[in-house]
């Protein structure tokens, strides 16, 4: 599947182009002041009729700062790259300085070590002082998954590039927690990707964990009293209470676990009144708000700090 991967992760890359400006910086590269990404052509080929030479890159970003501008070439990896990256990939680059007429650089997302080490090569061009290396991102080197920003993107692209453990159980509940705050254009996509790219031994646990606690049973349960409430007493009123009843209880419940799992996975300490806390909240917004503070956070004071 490495052509389902390797698109996977263009079109994440694609849909946002933030999480390149993340990338670049986790790199060690710096953007113009004020620079805000915009997705350029990624066909690179020369115009000039002598040079019909296709230049098809994965994806190219133009970066428009407050006093000049920059081109970003981004190919994905996901094997030791050939003797052919080695000749296209300078071309990239100088094509991208031309076609754009300001300076260019490579971001390489590397999805496995081999992906890794093979692409921080340095590439001898032979014109003294023009080796070329690009930047290089992926697999180990990007920001931890989970958190505020592009929290399931991150965690998708670290499931994708072999950098995310999915043998523990609370592994696998952070994986999931993480990518539920996916728009829900994206939602299903994602859990596709991590149930096809886990590892064999995970994914059937994966499953599991998908139909057992990423579900709300409580909403099925409280509609089902609704409606038999409804038709004893004959009103309408009783299945709207009980569906109305049912989602909310669905909600806070599904909020809870959430954030259970989110301070396991971030090491914070849950004794038995945070616990009971959490449980007795029916409030799905105030559980939501919890949650968010408990991915960036470090103690359970900052996570529940009134």
Not at 40 to 49: G, I, K, N, Y
Not at 89 to 104: E, F, G, I, L, Q
Not at 117 to 125: C, P, Y
Request: proline residues 6%; contains cysteine; aromatic residues 8%.
């Amino acid at each position: 599947m490495p052509g389902l991967k390797h698109q996977s992760i263009v079109q994440i890359l694609r849909d946002e182009p933030q999480l390149v400006v993340m990338l670049l910086g986790q790199s060690g590269f710096r953007l113009p002041s004020g620079a805000i990404p915009v997705i350029a052509d990624s066909d690179l080929s020369h115009r000039d009729p002598g040079m019909l030479k296709e230049l098809l890159t994965d994806n190219v970003f133009l970066f428009q700062g407050m006093h000049e501008r920059v081109a970003v070439v981004v190919e994905v990896q996901t094997y030791r790259p050939d003797h052919k990256r080695e000749l296209t990939w300078p071309c990239y680059v100088t094509s991208a300085r031309a076609v754009h007429d300001c300076k260019a650089y490579m971001l390489v997302f590397a999805a496995s070590r081999d992906a890794v080490m093979g692409s921080e090569r340095v590439i001898e061009i032979g014109q003294p002082g023009f080796d070329f290396r690009p930047f290089v991102t992926g697999h180990r080197r990007m920001p931890p998954p989970g958190g505020a920003l592009w929290g399931p993107e991150l965690m998708v692209l670290h499931v994708l590039a072999g950098s995310f453990d999915l043998s523990s159980h609370v592994a696998r509940m952070f994986a999931l927690a993480s990518i539920a705050a996916a728009h829900p254009d994206r939602y299903d996509r994602y859990v596709h990707l991590i149930r096809t790219f886990a590892p064999r031994h995970a994914r059937e646990n994966l499953e599991k964990l998908m139909e057992d606690h990423f579900k709300d049973p409580f909403i099925d349960r409280w509609r089902e009293q609704g409606l038999e409430q409804g038709l004893e007493q004959g009103l309408e009123q009783g299945l709207e209470q009980g569906l109305e009843q049912g989602k909310q209880l669905g909600r806070a419940e599904g909020a809870a676990r959430l954030l259970l799992t989110i301070l396991a996975a971030r090491g914070i300490a849950i004794v038995d009144q945070i616990r009971t806390r959490i449980n007795e909240c029916a409030d799905p917004e105030q559980l939501n708000r919890w949650a968010t503070r408990a991915a960036t956070s470090t103690t359970s004071d900052e996570v529940f700090a009134s």
